[in-house]
Structures are given as C-alpha cells and as structure tokens.
C-alpha cells in the first residue's frame, strides 16, 4: 500500500503522523519503551493535542530485536497471533539503545529521529526521517506502516513462494493467501519475512494482510504496512543469509524430517481424468514393466464421489474395494497419498452433521457460511473449534486406519472475512493463518498415527511456520518452459523464506506437454526436494509422450536414488538447522556480486549445482562460482567465476560438483529408502587442504561418519560406524574397501 503522492506529499484523503522527538524513554532490564512525540517539544505548549507513537524494543533472541510500533493502546488483543518461540539471551539497555548478541537497536535522541540498526559495530539497515508513520483515512480507516533503509546494491529475498521477480526490489506485494496459479503476482504461500545481501532479516509478527512496498514507492527503503493501530517486526542478524534462515526458523518453527521413502517418485491420477483401479493398475505395472521406480501413488480429488467434496469416502462406483486396493498397492512396495481440503460441500452428509455440530464457520447472524465456488454449497471447517478440529482429524484417522500413509492438503487459501469465528479470531487476520491450522491437524493426524519421521503431507497454502509441516509444492502451473521457470522462481523465493522442502508438477499441471517440455521438466523435478508426476486433464505417465521420456525419467530416478545417501543428510541439515534443500546461488555465495539475481540455477544442498535446461534443443547458461566445479555426470571440470554455455542432451543436465566436497552416493537405484551406508562410495572432487567430514545416514541413527584428511599430495579417509563395504573415488579410480577396512591412504598423481 503506498502513502505518498511522489517524495513529498501525502496521498489525498489521508493524514500521516512522524515520530519527530525522542521525548523520553524507560529502560527495563530486557526492554526499552520510547516516546516520540509527532513534532518537536520546545516548550509546555508543544505537548498539547501532540500524538505520542510509543517504541518498544525487546530481544526474543540472541541476534534479535522486537520492535513494536503503537499509537492507540486501548484496542482489545486480536488472534490469531504467530507462535514465535523465545530463547535465553544477556539483554543490555540504556536509555537509548538495546543489545542481543551482536545486534544493537540505537535511537536518536532529541528532535533528529532516527532508529538505526548496527551489528558487530556496522549499520546494517534503519528507519530514518519519516520512516515510521501513523495513518488515518477520511474513510475512518488506521494504518500502520515502518520503512527501512536499503543500501547501495541491496537486494531483497523471500516473502514468500511468488513467482515473479526473484530479487523483490521495485515490487509492491500484499501478504494475503489466494489461488492465483504460477502465472501472477497472487500466492499460495504468503510469509511476511525477508533477507537482504546485507546481512539481515525482518520478520513482521502480523498474520493478516501486510503490504509491503520494496524500493517501489521509496527508492531506498523496504516498507511494510497493516491495517490498525500497532504494528511489531523483529530484526535478525545473521551475518550471512544462512545464519539469519537458522535464527528466523528458530523463531518459527523448524521442518519435520520426511520419511526418506516420500523422496522417491510420485505417481498421481493427475486431477480431471477418467480412472479406476483398473487404471491404477495399469499405471503401476506400466512403471514396473519399464523399471521405473515409483514410490507413491497419488489418488487425486475424485477418489470421492463428484459434488461431495470432501466426504472422505471413496466412490464405490470406480473403487469398490478401497481397503484390498490399498493393500495390494502396499503389497508391491507402494505408499498412497489421497487428496483433501478443508472445505464440505452441501451434498455431503458431513455438510449436514457439521452444520448441526457447529463445525462449519459462520456469519454474523448465525448462518453458516457457503458458495458454490469450487464445490457446491460448499461451507468451511472450523479449525478455530477444538470438537471440530477432532471431527475433521477422525476421518482422516479412519483413512490411515485402512492403508493410506499421506494426504495432499490442497486449498486452504480461499478463506472469507465476512465471517464469525469459534474462537473469536479476527477475520482478518485469519485469512492467512487458516491454513496453519489445517495443516496442522492433517499433519499430527499423521505424526500421531505413524510415528514421529513417517508423517509427510503435499501442501499447497502456507504461511509463517508452515514449514513445520513439509511438503509444500508449488500449484498449478502451466505446461510450458516459461511456467517451468516461474516455478523455480516460485521455490527459490519460498526457500528463502524459512521452507526447507518443496516440490512442483512435473511437466505442468495445465495443459498438455510438448514430450520436449516433459523431458526437461523431468530432470529439474527429479532434482528437486520432492518428485511428483501430476496433471489437470492429462496424464502424466512417460510413455504418453514416447519412449525417450521414459528412458529420460528412468535415468534421472535412478540418479536420485543413487543421489540419497547425500539428498537425506541435507534433509536433516533443513530439519536441524533449517536451511533449505533447494538453495538460490545469493543463499550460498553472498560475498558473490555475479549471484545477486540468479533465478535460473540452485545449489540442491551444499554442494551440487543444478541448472534445469529451458529450451528444447538443450542450449543451457549457467553461472560458476570461483574454484575447479566438475560435472557429476562427465567428471568434465569448469573453471569459476564465469558463465558457462553448453548444450545438453534429455537425459543430462548441468550438475556440477563444489570443489573439495565429498558426495556419498548410494548403491541402489530401485528406492529411495535403503540403509545409505552399505555399499556407499565416497566421490571425492578437488580435494582441499584440511580436513573434510560427511555423515551418511543409516537406520534408526546409526550413522557413519567419513572423514577425509588432505596433507599435500597424501589423502587418508576414515571411517567411524558399523562395518560395512563401502569404497572410495577419486576422479576415475576406484577403491573397494572390506567391511572390516576402516581407512584407506590415496596419493594425488
């Protein structure tokens, strides 16, 4: 939302208070409160019918700062409210500034507002002349809104999946969850957080709409504005990009490690086509005739019957033994996965139970809330009410009691604000935190039945600390090279945000791919966190296309599994720490000035480069960072810094290997869930003076650990675990080692 009318006027019809005096301040041991008067006080008249803005800071965290905006302090609290968890932290304050770790919050004092931010004694960013703002509309309506510095060459990331412009500098982007495809500037994922190449995040602890403007209406700063009279940020100092993703998902909450089955390939019903288990049948012998792995099937929404969205009953018409279909699908070494959403269509006898329940949310005047939007008549559950949300959970209990191991939790963005809440919830501010709740509820239901590590989820909406419940994919794209670029976009931008794992539809969900599109599309989804094969009207099976796509998606299954000993260590990084599988080159290569706006390449992990290929022939323009890289597939070095242009075949891709990694690579193609210890071989690339360690993980935490050690032209790797063959390569040569040899010695030629 913009405020001015250029550099110095006001837009009409709105009246903007400043803080302009630092007129006093109290310090409490782990807070300062500041009063700033809207104009200067020179003497006792000055005071009256003067607003006074109060500025609270506070440290949650080490490295982190709360700031707190108010005007008006009357207003009664509004849920629903972020869970942002609080850490112990040695808080020092005087009467004009605060300090968390090696951050420091610095106010002006006297008639020179400013709040300015420094970490290890460097500004990092600030809110200077006229930065902070109480508005008032002739309309009646309050505002809010902060505005902090950007510098030179300051580039902005996250807020969210969004599919546009990766770097969000020049943008105006409202925080508001809404079905709006791949294709524009609405999102699925909404998250009020970002990152700058400066070395900070901020974090805006306000879970209804937040309108952001970057470098778009000021040129120089970032500002966030909401609706009311009180707005709260918190600022996080990293230094670099991924220490601020560790401290900001400390905050909000970190990923659930998936079971490393659901890294496999999804096979799913695609969305409006005709099946029956005769299909599923054909479909996963069709993938076994051919060797192609699959991992899960995927039953999308007409598993149930038409117009009874959701019942959570199969359609006896087309699955007349839903319980033996299950088992004979888990008899061949299958998961399922079944489509949901939160939303009960009036057909369905649950619309009639709901309503009698009070399950279902309500108008002001009792009513229960319906449209025919998507289903007919359809009412939202309550996830607000605890009965409803047990209601909701039992039905999906009795689907995992009968063979089901996921649920894709689609939807969850269309939530009105016209309604009346059980708990009370400001509309507002629920339209966006629905989806927490849901996929809360779909996501313990699973935990709970399961057991902790076995629950997974195919999510669509999220927001702050929706991350806790993995995995999210991108929506409904299109069938083409420019919708497979957006999509990337879209990740990117959600993993720099605090989302550790994120998957796509492979070739795109709308429309029919050209085999071209299919095939390229293959080797980036089987080189994402998640794979899944998915459509809206056709189907997404290789051999539809011809029999190059299938050897395609053989080749580059087989690669991920092959890749798992390596892809499961960097879950768990996501799961610890929180950095993100998929990671934008600016995550990785800060202090790089080449990196700043790559959308079209990713480090998947610390260490493999990928650049999907976006053209038909295979030309393809990726950008090394400095040092020997190597391609996994050719062992071919490139020299960095520099771009790189080649062309590729359907069955290769740029992937390239940082110099001094070691990647463990697993002996298994078949799946993805093996013990990653017996018969891995240790590929190592440029090693590096020092020492080098990388944990393979086995069952129930048994891992190994691999250490290399470099001293000139000498190499010793070790290991520590259970014995186990395993063996050793360095460019061509290959080293079989015994179960009982836990160390070898190389010499570099």
């Known amino acids: ?9 006001k ?3 709105l009246t903007v208070l400043h803080p302009a005096h630092f007129q006093d301040s109290v310090a409490a041991p782990d807070s300062l409160t500041v009063y700033a008067a809207t104009r200067p006080v020179r003497h006792r008249g000055d005071t009256l019918n003067a607003p006074l803005m109060t500025v609270t800071c506070s440290a949650p965290a080490p490295d982190v700062i709360r700031v707190t905006i108010e005007h008006f302090q009357g207003l009664e609290p509004r849920l629903p409210e972020f869970a942002i968890a609080s850490s112990p932290v040695d808080v020092v304050v005087d009467d004009t500034s605060i300090t968390s770790g090696a951050l420091t919050a610095r106010f002006n004092p006297g008639e020179n507002w400013a709040l300015d931010f420094f970490a290890d004694g460097r500004r990092i960013t600030g809110s200077g002349w006229k930065g902070m703002g109480i508005v008032d509309t002739d309309d009646g309506e309050s505002y809010v809104h ?3 510095d950007l510098g030179v060459g300051e580039t902005v990331y996250g807020l969210g999946e969004r599919f546009g412009p990766f770097v969000k500098n020049g943008q105006s982007i409202d925080i508001w969850n809404e079905d709006g495809g791949t294709s524009s500037e609405q999102a699925y994922k909404n998250v009020p957080f970002y990152f700058t190449n400066a070395g900070y995040g901020v974090l805006v602890d306000h879970p209804g709409k937040v309108s952001f403007e ?10 966030f504005s909401v609706a009311g009279q009180s707005l709260s940020y918190l600022v996080i100092h990293g230094p670099t990009p991924a220490d601020v993703i560790r401290k900001y998902t400390a905050l909000t909450g970190r990923p659930a490690l998936p079971p490393a089955w659901s890294f496999g390939l999804w096979l799913t019903t695609s969305f409006t086509t005709s099946y029956d288990e005769e299909t599923v049948n054909k479909f996963v012998g069709g993938f076994h005739d051919r060797d192609l792995p699959l991992s899960v099937f995927h039953f999308d929404t007409f598993w149930m019957r038409e117009f009874n969205w959701c019942d959570f009953e199969w359609d006896s018409r087309v699955f007349p033994d839903p319980p033996g279909m299950l088992k004979r699908l888990a008899d061949r070494g299958l998961r399922t996965c079944l489509w949901i959403n939160p939303y009960i269509a009036q057909r369905s006898a649950l619309f009639a139970e709901g309503k009698a329940k009070g399950y279902l ?8 809330f319906q449209w025919d939007l998507w289903q007919a008549g359809m009412g939202l559950v309550d996830f607000t009410n605890p009965s409803a949300r047990e209601w909701y959970a039992a039905k999906l209990r009795g689907l995992v009691e009968m063979g089901v191991d996921a649920f894709k939790s689609d939807f969850g963005e269309r939530v009105p604000t016209d309604v009346v809440w059980h708990d009370g919830s400001d509309p507002e501010r629920m339209h966006n ?7 809360q509820v779909v996501f313990d239901v699973l935990r709970s039945s399961k057991g902790e590590g076995e629950a997974v989820l195919f999510a669509r909406s999220a927001t702050v600390g929706g991350q806790q419940f993995p995995v999210h994919w991108g929506g409904d794209n299109s069938s083409n090279f420019e919708s497979m670029a957006e999509s990337l976009r879209g990740g990117l931008s959600l993993m720099s945000s605090g989302f550790g794992f994120w998957s796509h539809d492979i070739g795109g969900f709308e429309g029919l791919p050209d085999p071209a599109v299919f095939k390229r599309w293959v080797a980036f989804g089987l080189l994402s966190s998640h794979s899944r094969l998915h459509g809206s009207t056709s189907y997404r099976v290789p051999w539809d296309f011809d029999e190059e796509a299938v050897d395609v998606l053989r080749h580059f299954t087989h690669l991920k599994y092959r890749l798992m000993p390596y892809l499961f260590g960097v879950a768990r ?7 993100p599988v998929m990671r934008p080159m600016a995550f990785s290569f ?7 706006h790559l959308d079209r390449q990713y480090l998947l992990g610390g260490d493999l480069l990928v650049a999907p290929v976006f053209t038909a022939g295979g030309d393809v323009q990726f950008y090394v960072p400095a040092g020997r890289w190597t391609h996994f597939l050719t062992g071919e070095v490139v020299e960095g810094p520099g771009w790189v242009r080649e062309t590729h075949a359907f069955d290769s891709v740029p992937l390239l290997v940082r110099p001094g990694a070691m990647i463990p690579v697993g002996n298994r193609v078949d799946r993805p869930d093996y013990d990653y210890r017996d018969g891995v071989t240790l590929r190592l690339f440029e090693p590096a003076e020092g020492r080098t360690a990388v944990v393979v993980p086995g069952p129930a935490g048994a891992d190994s650990v691999f250490t290399v050690v470099r001293e000139g032209a000498e190499i010793r790797i070790g290991r520590t675990g259970d014995a186990l063959p395993w063996r050793v390569q360095l460019g061509d040569e290959v080293t079989e080692l015994a179960a009982d040899q836990d160390s070898c010695t190389l010499t570099l030629g």
């Open 1 to 9: 939302m913009k405020f001015t009318d250029g550099y110095w006027r």
């Open 11 to 13: 837009r009409d019809g």
């Open 361 to 368: 949310v309500k108008r002001a005047n009792g009513d229960v």
């Open 590 to 596: 800060p202090a790089d000035p080449a990196v700043t």
């Open 146 to 148: 902060e505005q902090l």
């Open 573 to 579: 990084e996501a799961h610890l720490d929180g950095l």
């Open 214 to 223: 970057v470098a778009s209406e000021m040129v120089s700063r970032t500002q």
């Open 433 to 439: 935190y629905y989806t927490q709740l849901y996929n």
